[in-house]
């Protein structure tokens, strides 16, 4: 007999929530999951007002989580080969199908919020450590 998980929380518009745990207890498993990055095997999966069997889950319905969920990677690993602006923009324009100025305007707004306005057009490998997690903090959104 396989184990049964179910986890409920309520995160409202807005908010921030984090996930603690010591190491190896499954905190990166389980956002993998949220996300859809990792499809369980079996189960059902819901999230606000999305609801499906995992046996079945279809393409567009992971796209529908992905839309409404942000993830910071522990590893800051941007595309090698897009500049910090690009790497910002790309989630919003691949994910949410938004339009390109719309995305440009929200990204460079936010790469200033985060002390990144000179090194907009820096690609990782031009960028410190420190520097490249940064546009990571610049949520797809």
Known sequence: MEAALSIGMTVNSGDAAGIIGSSGSG???LLRRLNLLEIPDAGRFSFGNLAF???KVKKH?????????????QQFD??????ALEN????????QKKPKA???????????KVGLSGRMNHY??????????????????
């Open 102 to 112: 719309e995305v440009k305007e929200m990204a460079e707004h936010r790469l200033v």
């Open 61 to 73: 319905e992971i796209m529908k989580v992905r839309r409404s969920t942000a993830m910071v990677f």
């Open 53 to 55: 069997d995992m046996t």
């Open 88 to 95: 910002v923009m790309e989630c919003p324009l691949a994910a």
């Open 27 to 29: 905190k990166s498993t």
């Open 78 to 83: 941007l595309f090698k080969y897009k500049t």
């Open 124 to 141: 990782p490998s031009q960028l410190s450590g420190g520097q490249q997690q940064r546009p990571l903090s610049a949520p797809c959104r």
